[in-house]
């Protein structure tokens, strides 16, 4: 399933009929050069641009930064590596599937999932929702607040100085418009490359297909470039809400 653009943007662009089962390409095949273009997108971007094409990371090992403390407890943040993320939810020993994710933090003995209801952690339901919560999400900043994070578990302290694994899904729900420009541009360029197809005709003052290919395939990656879509950075870098942000563990 295609998410980025259609068929018919791409043979909207290159000004043909659009594309069916009877036609060279066919429909479904320029589907499959669809997917090999948003493939490459995520991997030039390290992000996905539509909830369809949600990215799973698996335990990532993450700091807890305490932003406040008093004698028994403090209030953390955790900066995940990628956001937007997908919501999370709890359920009773859950799965995956359920929850979208894990919250496994050290409690001092052990890795409690605070996505198990289970462990009786109240989760709010969003970044204003934190009364008597014991955490909530910023899914459009890719943190997540803890509050009453004991101070025992900073004196015995985590193994290997984790303090918590986390697993997620992340995405941006709707995708940009400049992205879908970019994955028109790049399966326009792998059919335009295919000289057997004749579906770029060539006149006395046109660039052959080849040029073409090339071209197209130049323009994807400009867009990409002066949208600073390439290897996106992450807020680690600057403060959020007046504090310092957390680290992924190397």
């Known amino acids: 399933m ?51 094409n949600a990215i799973s990371v698996t335990d990532e090992r993450v700091r807890i930064q305490r932003v406040r403390s008093n004698v028994i407890n403090s209030r953390g943040r955790i900066q995940l590596g990628h956001y937007p993320i997908i919501a999370f939810s709890q359920h009773a020993s859950p799965s995956l599937g359920q929850t979208n994710g894990n919250v496994k933090v050290w409690n001092g003995s052990k890795y409690q999932d605070y996505l198990d209801s289970d462990e009786s952690k109240d989760m709010g339901s969003n970044v204003t929702d934190v009364v008597s919560k ?70 006395d003052d046109s660039m052959d297909n080849a040029s073409k290919s090339q071209k197209f395939e130049e323009m994807a990656m400009k867009i990409l470039k002066e949208n600073r879509r390439l290897e996106r950075d992450l807020t680690m870098a600057r403060g959020v809400g007046g504090f310092g942000t957390g680290m992924v563990v190397p």
Not at 7 to 35: K, M, R, Y
Not at 141 to 156: A, E, L, Q
Not at 163 to 176: E, I, L, M, R
Request: aromatic share 12%; proline share 2%; charged share 15%.
């Open 2 to 52: 295609v998410s980025y653009c259609t068929h018919g943007d791409v043979s909207a662009f290159l000004q043909l009929a659009d594309f069916s089962g009877s036609t060279t390409p066919t429909a479904t095949q320029v589907e499959s050069f669809i997917e090999l273009a948003e493939g490459r997108i995520e991997q030039l971007t390290n992000h996905a641009w539509s909830t369809a």
């Open 134 to 203: 014991d955490f909530w999400t910023d899914g459009e900043r890719g943190t997540i607040y803890i509050n009453n994070y004991s101070t025992f578990n900073m004196v015995n302290s985590s193994p290997a100085g984790v303090d918590a694994y986390v697993t997620y899904k992340y995405a941006t729900a709707t995708t940009p418009k400049d992205i879908k420009q970019a994955c028109i541009y790049f399966t326009a360029s792998m059919i335009a490359m295919n000289d057997d197809l004749n579906l770029m005709q060539e006149g």
